[in-house]
C-alpha cells in the first residue's frame, strides 16, 4: 500500500553480442496498405538464425487493430528474410505492434516492437 521509488537507466547498442545466434531487425519501412486505412509494413531481419535456413514463421499481433496479409520471404540482398504485413487500425489513433519470428514454438529474433499513429491524431 506504500509507494517504491525505483531509478534506473537503460542502454541500447547497434552491436548485439557475438554468442547470439538470433536474427535482429535491421529496417523497417511503412507506407500505404492495399486497402483503403490500412497501412502496410516491411521488416528486415539479418543473423545466423535466418541465414540461408528455412524460412521462420512471423508472429505479428496488434493491440488493438487487425494483422492482415503477413508474408515471410527471403532477402538474398542482405542473406536474412523480409516480413511483410498490413495493419487495420480500424478506429484506434494508436496502435502497439509486435513481430517475432520463430521456428516451431521456439524464438529465433528479437521483438520488433512500433508504435503506430494515425498522422493527425490528437
Given at each position: 500500500?506504500?509507494?517504491?521509488?525505483?531509478?534506473?537507466?537503460?542502454?541500447?547498442?547497434?552491436?548485439?553480442?557475438?554468442?547470439?545466434?538470433?536474427?535482429?531487425?535491421?529496417?523497417?519501412?511503412?507506407?500505404?496498405?492495399?486497402?483503403?486505412?490500412?497501412?502496410?509494413?516491411?521488416?528486415?531481419?539479418?543473423?545466423?538464425?535466418?541465414?540461408?535456413?528455412?524460412?521462420?514463421?512471423?508472429?505479428?499481433?496488434?493491440y488493438p487493430g487487425t494483422i492482415a496479409d503477413v508474408v515471410v520471404q527471403p532477402n538474398p540482398e542482405i542473406d536474412g528474410v523480409r516480413v511483410s504485413f498490413e495493419l487495420d487500425p480500424a478506429n484506434a489513433d494508436l496502435c502497439e505492434l509486435r513481430l517475432i519470428l520463430k521456428s516451431g514454438d521456439e524464438p529465433v529474433s528479437e521483438t520488433w516492437l512500433y508504435r503506430w499513429t494515425r498522422a493527425g491524431a490528437k
Open positions: 500500500g506504500k509507494a517504491f521509488p525505483f531509478a534506473y537507466r537503460m542502454h541500447w547498442g547497434d552491436q548485439i553480442p557475438v554468442a547470439w545466434s538470433g536474427a535482429r531487425a535491421i529496417a523497417t519501412r511503412v507506407g500505404a496498405g492495399r486497402k483503403k486505412g490500412r497501412t502496410h509494413f516491411v521488416v528486415d531481419f539479418i543473423g545466423p538464425a535466418v541465414a540461408g535456413k528455412d524460412l521462420p514463421i512471423a508472429t505479428v499481433t496488434a
